[in-house]
């Protein structure tokens, strides 16, 4: 007589046993399941230990935020007497700020928000700071400070293969601009002051004085001085 097979089914793993396999076949049914348990167990903790790792690995190997840096730019004036500038400079957060000193030992402060493509004046002897749009000669005269920044802290410039060149900016006496509208680092420095537009110019005319200029030096041998007036209402 054929002895009927019975089906026993645990944990997804059948095993097939007959009638007369008695205890033995029970005995195996719940002890492969349980050593199949912890076989999963052992590789699931394994992955997990060598995921770990990766991360860790990783996380070691990302370059950290590189901080502020401060650069000096000296350069001969026009007159031959030696000018100490310096720019802090952000690459994280593509931030310059030019820290300028007059021959009176007066600071004025200059920002260029290239993320944003503006530039802010703060004089040192006014109660308002200036903000005009980047242009593309300002974005190429930033970007040699940021990458040339990279390699060195000091540039000495030499005055005889030094450019140098005016602008004159016309303030907009009647568009000032209100401070919350503007980015973070443009809020944190003119906070207490009024902020007005300016638009470049072929220069004031003989009716009206330029009342403040601010030298900028690039490391690219360029020297820029920005003059400022009042546009008519």
Request: aromatic content about 8%.
């Amino acid at each position: 007589m054929t002895s009927t097979v019975l089906k026993a089914c645990h944990w997804s793993l059948c095993v097939e046993t007959s009638p007369q396999d008695g205890d033995s076949a029970a005995s195996s049914q719940f002890r492969f399941p349980h050593k199949a348990f912890w076989v999963i167990l052992s590789a699931s903790l394994l992955l997990v230990i060598v995921a770990l790792g990766l991360t860790g690995h990783l996380g070691l190997s990302r370059p950290h935020s590189q901080p502020s840096q401060i650069v000096r730019i000296t350069v001969p004036d026009q007159t031959g007497v030696l000018i100490n500038q310096s720019a802090v400079v952000d690459q994280q957060n593509d931030l310059v700020t030019f820290c300028v000193t007059s021959p009176a030992n007066q600071t004025s402060t200059v920002l260029f928000d290239i993320k944003h493509g503006l530039i802010c004046y703060k004089p040192v002897d006014q109660q308002s700071c200036f903000l005009r749009k980047m242009e593309r000669s300002d974005y190429d005269n930033v970007h040699s400070l940021l990458h040339e920044s990279a390699r060195k802290n000091h540039f000495q410039l030499s005055g005889n293969e030094t450019q140098r060149q005016t602008e004159f900016l016309g303030v907009l006496a009647a568009s000032q601009v209100d401070v919350s509208t503007l980015e973070e680092p443009l809020q944190a420095l003119c906070q207490d002051r009024s902020i007005h537009w300016t638009k470049r110019a072929d220069g004031p005319g003989k009716q009206r004085l330029v009342y403040f200029c601010i030298d900028i030096c690039f490391p690219s041998n360029i020297c820029v001085s920005v003059c400022f007036y009042y546009l008519p209402e």
